[in-house]
T-cell receptor, first 115, second 113 residues
């Protein structure tokens, strides 16, 4: 019930192309869906997030598409750049008993953007 | 602004030794989280605190693991005794209040020989 499935495991995209990473969840209690970007030797950093009452959110080159009925959401990176090469994690959040949010992470996608 | 600060960045020790990982959350953040990242299991929540009080430690793998938060600006995760299977990257994260994003530190890479 708490699992978040992420695909693909790795992705190679040409510079200027579109990178697409997909996630699916089971638990309908999830109410917040962030994407994190992680560079080697660094902690995950929040990239963009969406709540289930919205079907799409765009911030610069990054867009989240959310399909509540299918329980799926995806990250689109437009005009992908070599600097976007990193590991991307989707996550889903439920509110914890004592407050705060419990993040359940996907398994990660290693993105490489080639020149 | 300073982010979440973790120390040490790297720790190599022998099996059976006590290991203490440290975290300084972002000032003003009420929530503190400890995570573990491994290739096999990905990112897992170990424990979290609200206003220095441990709320949920159901993710702590064994009694060998313990965490404390003596004040709002400091937390420790201790492993005693350590085992090779504890080798992982341990992250600390904090968030300001309910519903707000979590901010991660750069982690401690722990290797138990």
């Amino acid at each position: 019930q708490q699992q978040v499935k992420q695909s693909p495991q790795s992705l190679i995209v040409q510079k200027g192309g579109i990178s697409i990473i997909n996630c699916a969840y089971e638990n309908t209690a999830f109410d917040y869906f962030p994407w994190y970007q992680q560079f080697p030797g660094k902690g995950p950093a929040l990239l963009i997030a969406i709540r289930p009452d919205v079907s799409e959110k765009k911030e610069g080159r990054f867009t989240i598409s959310f399909n509540k009925s299918a329980k799926q959401f995806s990250l689109h990176i437009m005009d992908s750049q070599p600097g976007d090469s990193a590991t991307y994690f989707c996550a889903a959040s439920t509110e914890l008993t004592g407050g705060g949010n419990k993040l359940t992470f996907g398994t990660g996608t290693q993105l490489k953007v080639e020149l | 602004d300073a982010g979440v600060i973790q120390s040490p960045r790297h720790e190599v020790t022998e099996m059976g030794q006590e290991v203490t990982l440290r975290c300084k959350p972002i000032s003003g953040h009420d929530y503190l989280f400890w995570y573990r990242q491994t290739m096999m299991r990905g990112l897992e929540l170990l424990i979290y605190f609200n206003n220095n009080v441990p709320i949920d430690d159901s993710g702590m793998p064994e009694d060998r693991f313990s965490a404390k938060m003596p004040n709002a600006s400091f937390s420790t995760l201790k492993i005693q005794p350590s085992e090779p299977r504890d080798s992982a990257v341990y992250f600390c994260a904090s968030s300001p209040r309910r519903g707000q994003p979590q901010h991660f530190g750069d982690g401690t890479r722990l290797s138990i020989l």
